[in-house]
């Protein structure tokens, strides 16, 4: 069995392959790539939490959060920036509880990116009255940093210096970085109108959305890395370091292949006992870089396919209406994931 043709993302330009991940999102903002391969967008257009990937493609969260911008996890809790309240909330079983209730203000532009703090808590952007917040998690502000114009996006990193938090300021067109539990701001970028969410890739390259112009820009080198993208706003990698990004008006979530991902089947094959998956290896241009078979649940794999384009798992019997494969494979950037259904 062979796998499925990866959907392409129709409209951006990129020297990389940009793949689809999900279409039919009501106004996707800001993501989170999670522990077990998925994607977390909150969708702000009708507050709805959509997971993408694994097994089920796309599902959407039972809970409902106004204008759901920023998506954190601390501890196993999801938190997420609910903007039209000026609050952020943690996710629990039958609903939401406030963590943070901040002061709105009359526009309704409130909070906006947050993200979880590499020294433990949440980094909260207080986005209209220039200020970033460290909160802990019963909602206790333990620091308060001003003098931002408008901080829109906060993203934890680890520097060779130590712990780190950048902060992209969209009305001051900077990237500001704040280096150990005590640093102060010190700005690193400008001349970005707009500027959204800034990452720094394994390479140190600092990567930033512009959304008015539609562009994830390569501050570092000074090139575009992708172009055409409609209203971008949420940005991040997944775990192999691919770019992944929302297209709010087009209602997608794209990925940017910079280093490699895994092709499946697509629905639920039928297969013989004892018969044969084959799975394919995307690679960005020019990447050779070895990959092996990290897990595989549900299936037995064969060799790994080091630096080939294909590999082959076994699946086991299948004694229900359909079964489940989950794949991970390592590289050198890290992890990949990927699922498909079958039955005997």
């Known amino acids: 069995m062979q796998p499925a043709a990866r959907p392409v993302a129709s409209g951006v330009s990129s020297a990389d392959p940009v793949l689809l991940l999900a279409s039919g999102l009501n106004g996707p903002d800001d993501l989170l790539y999670t522990d077990d391969g998925t994607v ?37 809790t999801t938190y997420i920036a609910d903007q039209l309240n000026a609050r952020v909330v943690a996710l629990t079983d039958t609903g939401v509880r406030t963590v943070i209730q901040l002061q ?20 909260v952007p207080d986005s209209p009255h220039g200020a970033v917040l460290f909160v802990d998690e019963s909602g206790h502000v333990t620091r308060r940093v001003g003098g931002f114009s408008r901080p829109a996006g906060a993203t934890q990193e680890v520097l ?24 102060a701001p010190t700005r690193v970028a400008g001349g970005l109108p707009g500027v959204d969410d800034a990452v ?8 930033v959305i512009l959304p008015a112009s539609g562009r994830i820009y390569d501050v570092t080198s000074g090139a575009n890395v992708a172009t ?13 370091q691919n770019l992944l990004v929302t297209e709010s008006d087009n209602g997608r979530l794209d990925l940017v292949l910079t280093s490699f991902a895994i092709t499946v ?3 639920i094959i039928q297969l013989t006992p004892g018969q044969g998956v084959c799975y394919g290896i995307l690679r960005a241009p020019g990447n050779t870089d070895s990959i092996r078979v990290y897990e595989s649940i549900g299936a037995m794999p064969l060799d790994d396919p080091s630096a080939s384009a294909q590999g082959e798992v076994i699946p086991g019997r299948c004694n229900l209406p359909s079964c489940t494969v989950a794949l991970v494979l390592q590289g050198p950037t890290g992890l990949e994931y990927a699922s498909f259904a079958y039955r005997d």
């Open 160 to 183: 060779a210096q130590g712990a780190a938090v950048l902060i992209a300021d969209e009305n001051a067109s900077a990237v500001f970085e704040m280096v150990g539990l005590n640093g």
């Open 40 to 76: 977390l967008v909150g969708e702000h257009g009708d507050g709805h939490i959509a997971r993408v990937g694994g097994p089920a493609g796309l599902v959407r969260l039972p809970q409902v959060v106004p204008e759901a911008e920023g998506i954190a996890q601390v501890n196993g």
């Open 228 to 240: 055409g993208l409609r209203n971008p706003q949420g940005l991040g990698f997944d775990g192999a």
């Open 200 to 207: 720094r890739d394994q390479r140190g390259h600092l990567l």
């Open 104 to 123: 709105p203000v009359a526009s309704g532009e409130n909070l906006d990116g947050i993200s979880a703090a590499p020294f433990g808590g949440l980094v």
């Open 265 to 267: 089947p697509s629905g």
